[in-house]
């Protein structure tokens, strides 16, 4: 059971356009063709941010269009906000405000010894690193820069850091790159 943070990003660091668009990804490759199928198999609870649950209700038709359903997740999930956000219909989604552990130890639970998913954005991953709660980081790197957006991870992390575990080649528009976080032992 591990807490990874599962993503895609531009080849300069940005998992989103300043406005939150994802338009930049779709056209580089098809997830069935990727990790993805294997990795969502694995997981027995997701845990977002604001910005991505909403680009999620933005994108309702397209997502139903592409999964069938507005909501393509069976795993319970935790959004993490501080706003009050509409629900999606069909969906297990309970909203979380504030530290992250207060919620993780339920995710945990709701997992059932599959693995927790923090779906993103990056500041969630990162909030989830700083408070030792964060195993493994999986990017999905596309052929595709941005030039400015939201960042993959808006955090220094240099030491302990990270370990590569593995490296893969998904088409011609991703290079997966799998990481141990490294864990402070003192």
């Known amino acids: 059971m591990k807490t990874q943070y599962y993503t895609s990003s531009s080849l300069d660091g940005f998992l989103a356009t300043e406005d939150d668009s994802l338009e930049w ?40 269009e592409q999964t069938g359903t507005a909501w393509p997740y069976t795993q319970p999930t935790w959004v993490f906000t501080s706003r009050k956000l509409p629900t999606i219909e069909g969906a297990d989604v309970t909203f979380a405000n504030g530290d992250v552990r207060a919620a993780y130890f339920q995710m945990l639970a709701a ?27 999986t990017v999905q790197i596309g052929s595709a820069t941005l030039g400015s957006g ?12 990270l370990a ?3 490296a893969t080649r998904f088409g011609s528009g991703f290079a997966e790159l799998t990481y141990n976080v490294m864990k402070d032992s003192h």
């Open 111 to 137: 997992a059932n010894g599959k693995n927790v998913w923090i779906m993103g954005g990056g500041g969630l991953a990162a909030q989830f690193h700083d408070a030792g709660l964060l195993d493994e980081i």
């Open 25 to 64: 990804l779709f056209p580089l490759g098809d997830i069935s063709q990727t990790s993805y199928p294997s990795f969502i198999e694995r997981v027995g609870a997701i845990a977002m941010g604001s910005s991505t649950y909403e680009w999620i209700l933005r994108n309702a038709a397209t997502v139903a």
């Open 164 to 166: 590569l575990i593995s």
């Open 150 to 161: 939201k960042p993959l991870f808006p955090r220094r992390l240099l030491s302990p850091g």
